[in-house]
T-cell receptor, first 113, second 114 residues
């Protein structure tokens, strides 16, 4: 069955530190891959997406993600975290043959000054 | 502003009551979706509509019904609310997921069933 795993439920970093949020998927072929961010009490906002081509994709707010086919991973990174990045982050997979996204369980990011 | 509008934002129901969550998008998207979000479980798909006039079950459809009223509107109905349906409900739309477009989400409806 198709699935998305975000192994880290909660991550705490200091402002200015680098960040990497992990995402692994299980699917027979390379699906579409997405990262969304949710601020408290808000809906989800698209950070970036991968369809094909260059495996390093740039998104909004200084985020980037790297697709690694051999590891079935799509990890989100940011070189220097800002306090405003504190939020919940969701990885999502969109298999080519459906119109539905499958979401991971999310990673809550806390940023200390 | 263009986007997905959900109403109401908050609702408290008694067990057994019914209600309809409304969703409308003004981006001329073909596909619309209803998800529920529960702590530690991420977002789970309840129902979706790939195009006007069609609806399909998602991962957790029991206890819910939907109507794709037209291309803009996609409503979710709880016929007899249960405490297990306490959740945050999100509506989303997409131009064409198969073409690689992501979702645009509404701001959510927080539902409590007592």
């Amino acid at each position: 069955a198709q699935s998305v795993t975000q192994p880290d439920i909660h991550i705490t970093v200091s402002e200015g530190a680098s960040l990497e949020l992990r995402c692994n998927y299980s699917y027979g072929a390379t699906p579409y891959l997405f990262w969304y961010v949710q601020s408290p009490g808000q809906g989800l906002q698209l950070l970036l997406k991968y369809f094909s081509g260059d495996t390093l994709v740039q998104g909004i707010k200084g985020f980037e993600a790297e697709f690694k086919r051999s590891q079935s991973s799509f990890n989100l990174r940011k070189p220097s975290v800002h306090w405003s990045d504190a939020a919940e982050y969701f990885c999502a997979v969109g298999p080519y043959n459906t119109d539905k996204l499958i979401f991971g369980t999310g990673t809550r990011l806390q940023v200390f000054p | 502003n263009a986007g997905v509008t959900q109403t109401p934002k908050f609702q408290v129901l008694k067990t057994g009551q019914s209600m309809t969550l409304q969703c409308a998008q003004d981006m001329n998207h073909n596909s619309m979706y209803w998800y529920r979000q529960d702590p530690g479980m991420g977002l789970r798909l309840i129902y979706y509509s790939a195009s006007e006039g069609t609806t399909d079950k998602g991962e957790v459809p029991n206890g819910y019904n939907v109507s794709r009223l037209n291309k803009r509107e996609f409503s979710l109905r709880l016929e007899s609310a249960a405490p297990s349906q306490t959740s945050v409900y999100f509506c989303a739309s997409s131009e064409a997921l198969r073409a690689g477009y992501g979702y645009t989400f509404g701001s959510g409806t927080r539902l409590t069933v007592v």
